[in-house]
């Protein structure tokens, strides 16, 4: 599960990093605690029309300010949405506080994912994200700060797999997100059982891309990143607070003896305080479009 993650970019910056156009005019806040039912920036493919002559590569490419560019990739924006899914069916916006995350064994059949995952994927920025570490049954856990570990293929963000929705029920349409989780990164178990799916920069175009709907063609994404990726270290439990969001809440922390033996006995490093870098590639666009999850 993915319930608090940090976004620490401002809008230019957020922007350059995803070769994306910001349309969030203004409104982007940074976050170094973000919860479930927060507005944050996702990216995605807009879904307007093109308009009569204009040629089909024109509003195709990797950024820039006007977001058009040179190539087959689809023009990338940067939008406002609220993290917890509400499909469109839904009658009651409240569903999203259940929905934060989709598995990704089965969002592209489970009612409330498979629209979305068809036609509507996004990618969410993140900085980091936390995780708890529950030793026999405790409600209190040691909170964990996962962030890059300085792979090259990471550069210093991540894009997890994300799909939105646009809710039309209200005064006005509510758009939506959810965050796909799958099997723990290696060197991540010890604390948590499950991460988010991060997609490499090579298949941020065919993720987003509502011209591909064959969940064949995805399934490579939808796995663990591999070792090298995540880097991870204790951090204080104010982060369990939703009304604390400060730097000072990434910075780590000692841990007992318990928890560092733990943690050394699952490979996570010295003492418990970080999951060392191993060097590994990330899915390849060609892996992301040939190799199905098994």
């Known amino acids: 599960m993915c319930g608090r993650y940090t976004q620490t970019l401002n809008a230019d910056d957020l ?146 797999a994300g799909l939105y929705e646009v809710w039309r029920h209200g005064e006005r349409p509510l758009t939506t997100f959810t965050i796909i989780t799958t099997d723990a990164a290696p060197g991540l178990e010890f604390i948590h059982d499950r991460s988010p799916v991060v997609v490499p920069r090579s298949a941020w175009s065919r993720w987003i891309d509502p011209a591909v709907r064959d969940p064949a063609a995805l399934a490579g994404v939808l796995r663990p990143a591999p070792a090298g990726v995540f880097t991870a270290h204790p951090v204080a439990t104010a982060v369990g607070s939703v009304r604390n969001d400060a730097p000072a809440l990434i910075e780590p922390v000692e841990v007992s003896d318990d928890l560092a033996a733990l943690a050394a006995a699952s490979g996570s490093g010295s003492g418990g305080n970080s999951v060392p870098p191993h060097e590994a590639p990330l899915v390849s666009e060609d892996d992301a479009r040939s190799h199905a999850r098994r």
């Open 15 to 160: 922007a350059t990093a995803m070769s994306a156009v910001d349309e969030t005019g203004g409104r982007l806040r940074e976050s170094y605690n973000v919860a479930p039912t927060t507005e944050m920036p996702i990216v995605v493919v807009p879904r307007h029309p093109r308009p009569e002559g204009e040629d089909e590569g024109a509003n195709r490419g990797g950024g820039g300010a006007s977001g058009r560019g040179a190539g087959n990739e689809p023009g990338r924006v940067v939008r406002l949405a609220t993290w917890g899914l509400v499909p469109s069916w839904a009658k009651d916006r409240a569903i999203g506080s259940r929905l934060i995350n989709a598995r990704a064994e089965s969002v592209a059949s489970k009612p409330a994912f498979r629209a979305a995952f068809a036609a509507r994927r996004c990618l969410v920025p993140a900085t980091g994200f936390y995780e708890w570490l529950r030793i026999g049954g405790s409600r209190r856990g040691q909170p964990y700060y996962i962030h890059p570990a300085g792979h090259p293929a990471a550069d210093g963000l991540f894009a997890f």
